[in-house]
């Protein structure tokens, strides 16, 4: 008869069983160790506990079956090599236990150190330590302390109490006056606050303590910091720690003893050269909690010639092994090199460019590998102008960081005060409760843009990001009263005038001038800096692998452009045409009133009259955009918002009319445009008359619109430049919509281009999910799509764009419901399957459709490696993102595992 075998989980390895590769299973801290050891560095002895094992006590509130088992046989195992006992009263072996989860998690977790001391091992430690009392009874203080906080939840500031209140007997203030006896006393009185706490006493048995020990660091997994600490860093909720068992090593057993930490390059900057700490006579947590100074690591050469040398050694070993920065902690015990971690250190920005490169010139890894280590978010990171803040200054508020960079102005609150301010020399910041078209020139004008209201996708944030202007929206603390041009937070009025600085990383508001400092790297991409002849490393390596992200990637990079500056400064930032030129700005300022004449046409005459007037600047605002983009590529598409938008606010004009009825002046034409504002009002704008809709309704506004683009290509090109034109129609939904459309836009292509050579392609906006659901009819009508996906997540998800952020995605994030907002980064699951159905039953329906995407997410390193994987031709984001999706696509090219530059 056939038995069922049940093959038991391994839940323990040794360090001499693991390898960096098992980061996984073994955790980070677990998975080095063993390569350290299986390098044959000097690590002390251990063994790592799984991240399954955690993974199933946290589902199961118990140990699996068979972890005991392990732990016995690995401890006993350890006890043979070491040759000591844990816990023996007359030589103990004592062990640290020690989280580390495969993503690092400084500081979020438990370790308990000194396990297996109790009363009577005290004293053989004493005996180990050649009769040192005090070193023995400092370290069982400690275990209570660690252990009794960490394992049994004691509150800590009763053992900090303890502590200063035996110092204050002994008239100090520092640790190490207090002798063995002081020390002896202090362990009376945590066991004290111990058995108060819990209700028992100290547990004397080793193996007990372990387990109790191990049992507390599985937990601290879902301790509430480490919780909030994975959302922020986006670090998966389920992967639990593993636990790392590792014999005691002791830096604290006199001056020839000492513990440090090191980095075998800069973090900071990336320079080359040895940066670390080191601390004689201390154990890690004293570096740690700052009681005493440490000195630079270059002085342990002074100290201990034979430790530092062996040191530097391993540190170049390490680099040479891991091919890249790495940190590490070590102790020295009595004149013994001990290695207790290392890791591929994290640093800043900089040091990541700036690192990679380094190392390609040193032969230890290749272009492609340099590409990988760095990712678009550091980019942006070094694009941005950033606040000096050594000075003590403390935000007043805080709002969404809409578009990053800092910026420092004084205080204006109307567009026109703004332009006024700025005319002078002055530098701005424009404070609205939110932003509308109107507020364009005044956010041209100024340095930053702060409102009080909306979210990443408003308004503000949008124009903002586009124009590369630092942006807080949504800072709701803030109370803004426009018409008495001030606002008040915390207790503060600042009014016109007064000085605020905006951070619009963080979305920190500050009151006064916070410095600012200009980036190189921009100087750099606006071709101020000449690469041949840069001395400036970080702008040296950020331009070796620009160039072969450029390279390598398949993806191309456009622009949305809505003028000739930016469309030019896009172009020196790389991009290889627009993507998106959105006309609805070409409706603002002196031709508002040509879009009221055009609203309240009463006859046909008198829209053919506005029309005709805004046909010539239209075209010369065309014209201007294709000069900048000779030879590439430029989509423009028509009108979008509905045309209310262009009108003066309902209750502003009611307002208007009565005061003026009141007075008996003649208020025929307010009359006129009010009833026309009420006639067009719509409960839900974003759903109601515009895009394609607003084109087939109002007879001759496409018809404008397409001639004045044919008409600037045809002149372009006279004049000897190249226009590539490509008229987008948004919001389809229906293949009919754009079938009636493109009838119209052909005869007058036709007419226009005659015989000039201009090629005018007609394609749609795929932003309403049945455009999706349908593209494969769609194509039949369409050269080219481009995904708007700021609508379609607006309309997959039933989000409205402008509302919901500020509203309640706070909550949304907190639950987990998404671990970042669906508008920033795509949501591959939901909105990117419709861009994923779209993509192919279009090009099923049209070979060689031409695919790109214009909304926010174009700019988005995760969602850039999202549309390379869907097979896009392109993606379009604002001028300064431009540089962040080139070097996203080189590593999206280059990519088998994703974007892995955590
Ligand atoms: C979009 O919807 O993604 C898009 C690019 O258009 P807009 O943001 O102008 O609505
Ligand atoms: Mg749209």
């Known amino acids: 008869m056939a038995t069922q075998e049940t093959v038991e989980s391994k839940y323990v390895y040794d360090f001499a069983e693991g390898n960096k590769d098992l980061k996984d299973l073994l955790g980070g801290k677990g998975a080095n160790l063993a390569e350290m050891t299986n390098l044959g560095l000097p690590v002390p002895p251990g063994f790592t506990i799984t991240t399954e094992a955690c993974q199933a006590y946290l589902s199961t509130g118990r140990e699996p079956d068979g972890l005991a088992g392990q732990i016995e046989a690995h401890l006993e195992s350890l006890e043979r090599q070491m040759g000591r006992r844990l ?15 495969k993503f690092s998690m400084p500081g979020m977790m438990e370790t308990v150190l000194n396990v297996g001391l109790n009363d009577r091992s005290v004293i053989g430690l004493s005996t180990q330590a050649g009769g040192n009392d005090r070193f023995a009874w400092d370290s069982y203080r400690r275990l209570i302390q660690m252990f009794g906080k960490t394992v049994c939840e004691v509150p800590g500031e009763e053992f900090e109490h303890a502590l200063d209140d035996a110092k204050h007997a002994k008239g100090t203030r520092n640790d190490l006056d207090l002798d063995a006896d002081d020390l002896r006393g202090l362990v009376d009185a945590y066991k004290k606050i111990f058995a108060k706490h819990t209700g028992r006493e100290f547990p004397q048995e080793p193996r007990e303590q372990l387990d109790l020990a191990i049992r507390a660091v599985f937990e601290s997994w879902n301790a509430e910091r480490a919780i909030l600490y994975r959302r922020q860093e986006r670090i998966p909720a389920d992967l639990g720690t593993a636990v790392n068992v590792v014999s005691m090593v002791f830096g604290n057993l006199g001056p020839d003893s000492g513990t440090g930490v090191a980095f075998t390059r800069d973090p900071g900057s990336g320079a080359q050269g040895i940066y670390g700490d080191y601390l004689a006579n201390a154990q890690g947590e004293d570096v740690v909690a700052g009681i005493r100074n440490t000195v630079p690591l270059q002085e342990l050469e002074q100290l201990d010639k034979n430790s530092y040398d062996e040191l530097l050694g391993i540190m ?36 990541a460019f700036v690192i990679a490169g380094q190392l390609v010139d040193e032969g230890l890894i290749d272009l492609d590998e340099a590409l990988h280590r760095v990712n678009g978010a550091q980019l942006a990171q070094l694009m941005f102008p950033r606040f000096q803040l050594d000075h003590d200054f403390q935000p007043v508020a805080r709002g969404i960081g809409a578009s990053p960079g800092a910026a420092s102005g004084k205080v204006v609150f109307t567009s026109a005060r703004a332009v006024e ?11 609205r409760r939110e932003t509308n078209p109107d507020d364009l020139t005044g956010m041209i004008a100024a340095k930053g843009i702060l409102t009080s209201r909306g979210g990443k996708t408003s308004h503000a944030a949008v124009v903002a990001r586009g124009m590369g202007k630092t942006c807080v929206s949504g800072a709701d603390e803030l109370e803004v009263n426009v018409p008495a041009k001030r606002f008040t937070v915390g207790g503060h009025t600042v009014g016109e005038g007064d000085v605020v600085s905006i951070d619009g990383t963080t ?32 702008v040296r390596a950020v331009h070796r692998i620009m160039t072969h992200a450029d390279a390598a990637r398949r993806l191309r990079v456009r622009t949305n452009a809505d003028t000739g500056a930016d469309a030019a400064r896009a172009r020196r930032f790389g991009a290889e045409g627009i993507g998106l030129c959105r006309t609805e700005h070409m409706f603002l300022g002196d031709r508002r009133e040509l879009v009221e004449r055009l609203i309240l046409a009463a006859g046909e005459r008198e829209r053919e009259d506005a029309l005709a007037a805004l046909l010539p600047l239209q075209r010369a605002d065309f014209v201007e955009i294709f000069r900048e983009m000779d030879g590439l590529p430029v989509t423009v598409r028509l009108i979008d918002p509905p045309l209310h938008e262009f009108l003066p606010p309902l209750e502003q004009l009611a307002v208007n009319v009565a005061v003026a009825q009141e007075r008996g002046e003649d208020v025929a034409k307010e009359e006129a445009l009010l009833s026309a504002v009420r006639r067009m009002h719509e409960e839900n704008p974003m759903l109601g008359l515009r895009g394609v809709r607003l084109g087939l309704v109002i007879p001759g506004l496409f018809a404008m619109q397409v001639r004045a683009i044919a008409e600037a290509a ?23 919509e754009l079938e009636t459309v493109r009838a119209e836009a052909e005869k007058i292509i036709a007419e226009v281009v005659g015989d000039s050579g201009v090629e005018v392609l007609i394609g749609t906006m795929i932003e309403v999910p049945r455009a999706a659901l349908t593209a494969g009819q769609i194509a039949e009508a369409a050269e080219f799509f481009s995904f708007g996906t700021n609508d379609l997540t607006q309309m997959a998800w039933g989000f409205s764009r402008d509302d919901v952020e500020g509203a309640f995605f706070w909550r949304y994030l907190e639950l987990g419901i998404f671990g970042i907002s669906p508008f920033e980064s795509i949501d591959a699951d939901g909105v990117g399957r419709l861009v994923r159905i779209a993509a192919e039953e279009g090009r099923a329906a049209r070979p060689g459709l031409k695919l790109g995407v214009c909304g ?12 390379h994987a869907v097979g896009l031709d392109y993606v379009s984001c604002s001028p300064f993102r431009v540089p962040v999706a080139r070097l996203e696509a080189g590593r999206a090219a280059i990519s088998t595992t994703g974007s892995d530059s955590r």
């Open 856 to 867: 926010e997410h174009g700019g988005d390193p995760d969602s850039v490696h999202f549309f």
């Open 507 to 538: 979305g920190k508001v500050y009151l006064g001038e916070v410095p600012v400092m200009p980036s190189e790297v921009v100087q750099y991409f606006e071709g101020s800096l000449d690469p041949a002849h840069i001395d400036n490393p970080l």
């Open 87 to 101: 816990g023996d009263p007359d030589d103990p072996l004592l062990v640290s236990v020690r989280s580390g989860a």
């Open 316 to 351: 170049a070993r390490l680099e040479e092994h891991y091919k890249d920065l790495c940190d590490i902690e070590f102790t020295i015990e009595r004149g013994k090199l001990w290695m207790l971690q290392t890791r591929v250190g994290k640093r800043t920005a900089a040091a």
């Open 421 to 431: 301010l700025a005319a002078e020399g002055e530098s701005v910041i424009l404070v």
């Open 714 to 736: 045809v002149a372009v090109t006279r004049d000897g430049g190249t226009a590539c034109p490509e008229i987008m129609v948004p919001l389809v939904g229906a293949v009919q």
